[in-house]
């Protein structure tokens, strides 16, 4: 809760500016929630390993998630996957991850079983399981395997670019942001596809307009409740 209010309230905020505060708090996290999400449709981050399975996550994950996808792959670097075993269509693979920290190097012993039959995949240390984020551990074993595109079952839902929130479709007084943030991107997509002919400098005008917009709805909105 302080984390949720940090730079809000302090020890002698009363329990009114505590609940004024709740809104604005509210507020700033569509803010900043919706920017992101404008980002991640409009900004690509550049791939940084050759392995196809890095791009087919550029294509549909929010930046911050992609960011994630690409700490692990970096992290291949440091496994070492030697086979165990195969029974049936299950393989077992040992994985050596060599972890730095400050003042020293540990090597750290993961087992990943792969099915291949069924393009399955589990590692010990069950980062996908916890986090929804496939492990260095299965990368190491996917790249060994040459599986160049995962299951759609790995690209998780809840973190694709182009997913609408369901708590975006309640009525709320933050709707002026997710509108503002959809105009931004509808002029961003007409200048990707070459609709309409705006130039570089009308275009950002015309972002800044919106801006500008969100600003002052913000003012306008929190005035009323600082009356009270
Ligand atoms: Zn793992």
Known sequence: MNVFFDGYVHSGTTLKELVDQFDNVLRKKVEIETTSD???CNQIIPCV????IEKQFQAVY???KFKEIQREEWGMICCN???????GCISTFDVL??????DHVKIVHYVVYYNEEECDIKCTCALFEMRGIICRHAFKVFQMKKIHVLPERYVLYRWRKD???RYTLVKSSYDDLRDNADVRRKIFDDKQVGVGELSAHQVVAKVEDV??????STVTQQTPSNND
């Open 38 to 40: 404008f980002n991640s």
């Open 163 to 165: 997913l609408k929130r």
């Open 97 to 102: 991850d060599k972890i730095s920290t400050y």
């Open 81 to 87: 996957c030697i086979p165990i075993s195969k029974q």
């Open 62 to 64: 929010t930046n911050a």
């Open 211 to 216: 801006v500008v917009g969100t600003q002052y």
């Open 49 to 52: 390993s050759p392995f196809y």
